[in-house]
């Protein structure tokens, strides 16, 4: 009861990439998801767009690992 799940999608880069570079990467990925026809492709697809920062993304990584780990604990769930 009262669990919310969902799916997201995000990009990754290797440890070490330069921060600068991420940031690059976060602003243009952000431009494109703002273009009205981009925006209008993945709706018609089912998504939700997000655009956020490298930040605002790692912290809901974080929270989404708390929260499917005291799933896994609650629930005893093991892989096969």
């Given at each position: 009861?009262?669990?919310?799940?969902?799916?997201?999608?995000?990009?990754f880069?290797?440890?070490?990439?330069?921060?600068?570079?991420i940031?690059?990467?976060?602003?243009?990925?952000?431009?494109?998801?703002?273009?009205?026809?981009?925006?209008?492709?993945?709706?018609?697809?089912?998504?939700?767009?997000?655009?956020?920062?490298?930040?605002?993304?790692?912290?809901?990584?974080?929270?989404?690992?708390?929260?499917?780990?005291?799933?896994?604990?609650?629930?005893?769930?093991?892989?096969?």
């Amino acid at each position: 009861p009262d669990f919310d799940f969902s799916l997201w999608s995000g990009l990754f880069a290797p440890a070490g990439t330069p921060p600068e570079v991420i940031l690059r990467v976060n602003r243009e990925v952000n431009t494109i998801i703002a273009d009205p026809a981009i925006r209008n492709r993945f709706v018609q697809e089912g998504a939700e767009i997000l655009a956020n920062s490298p930040e605002d993304f790692a912290a809901m990584m974080r929270r989404d690992i708390a929260k499917y780990a005291a799933v896994i604990q609650a629930t005893g769930v093991r892989p096969e």
